[in-house]
């Protein structure tokens, strides 16, 4: 009985049918001379048929190994082509090497610049996603302090001197050493009105053209683009010499009230007091 039995068996298994087998195992390869059994059973693959061969039938399931290239930077050696194309990557070819065939997929590190400060041991790929502005590979921010993007550049814009002189091309703080006003970023001397203008300035009975601040300077009586024959040297009470006594001057008596050394101490007793405010009253009218 058990002779009969193997003898029956080794018919069957001589009989049986034998072919390709396509495997999938993180990478397609492929089987020959076995079962549909064996195949599906042993290796979980797919039978190709009675009498098939690897080389014909099985050809679609054999994988090319190689490089591939991942994000454009990102480069993996022997891999599939099918895992490398499922991951969106770029395969190189069968055989090939991420050092010798893909150059261009290869990570470099350097300084990146932002457009006004640097970083260093940065991605390309990562500088140029996060908005760098430029990417020097294997540099350091130290070698690149000439490099106008790399670098923080201070806002320039007009600075006004002493209401005379207007700078360009200043920022706020070169322009606070010269005691300027700067007008901030982008501004230009043509956009200001910098220079202040001349005009006769009535002090002290005595009259002088000059700019408005030197005018202010000396606490005097500023008339834009006049001249000196607007003042009233010869008419004490007239404080702002414009040819009157009046409420103008009044006010500045008032103004004045108490100080000593004051252009409103019309009599020049060293005090603003009541005795200068009845002058101003009894001055009142044009100067004659």
Request: a negative charge.
């Amino acid at each position: 009985m058990y002779l009969l039995m193997t003898l029956i068996l080794f018919a069957s298994d001589s009989y049986a049918d034998y072919g390709a087998c396509c495997i999938e195992d993180f990478k397609y390869y492929c089987e020959e001379e076995l079962t549909q059994e064996e195949c599906e059973w042993n290796f979980g693959g797919t039978f190709l048929g009675p009498d098939s061969t690897c080389a014909i039938e099985g050809d679609y399931c054999q994988s090319d190994v190689g490089a591939c290239c991942i994000d454009f930077y990102d480069c993996y050696d022997s891999m599939p082509d099918n895992e490398c194309y499922s991951i969106g990557g770029e395969f190189y070819g069968d055989g090939t090497t991420c050092n010798e065939d893909a150059p261009s997929c290869t990570v470099y590190y350097g300084a990146c610049c932002y457009g006004d400060y640097c970083e260093e041991f940065v991605e390309e790929y990562v500088c140029e996603s996060n908005g760098g502005y430029s990417f020097w590979a294997f540099a350091s921010c130290d070698e690149l302090t000439d490099v106008e993007e790399c670098v923080y550049q201070m806002p320039l814009g007009a600075c006004c001197v002493d209401n005379v002189l207007c700078y360009a091309d200043f920022d706020e703080l070169l322009c606070f050493d010269y005691n300027g006003e700067w007008f901030g970023p982008d501004s230009s001397c043509q956009m200001i009105d910098c220079i202040d203008p001349t005009g006769a300035c009535c002090y002290e009975n005595d009259c002088q053209i000059l700019y408005q601040w030197e005018c202010d300077y000396k606490d005097g009586f500023f008339y834009e683009e006049q001249k000196c024959d607007i003042c009233s040297p010869d008419c004490p009470p007239d404080l702002n010499q414009d040819g009157y006594v009046n409420v103008s001057d009044l006010l500045v008596v008032i103004d004045q009230w108490g100080q000593t050394n004051s252009l409103a101490d019309v009599n020049e007793d060293g005090i603003v007091n009541v005795s200068d405010l009845l002058i101003v009253v009894g001055n009142w009218g044009p100067c004659e």
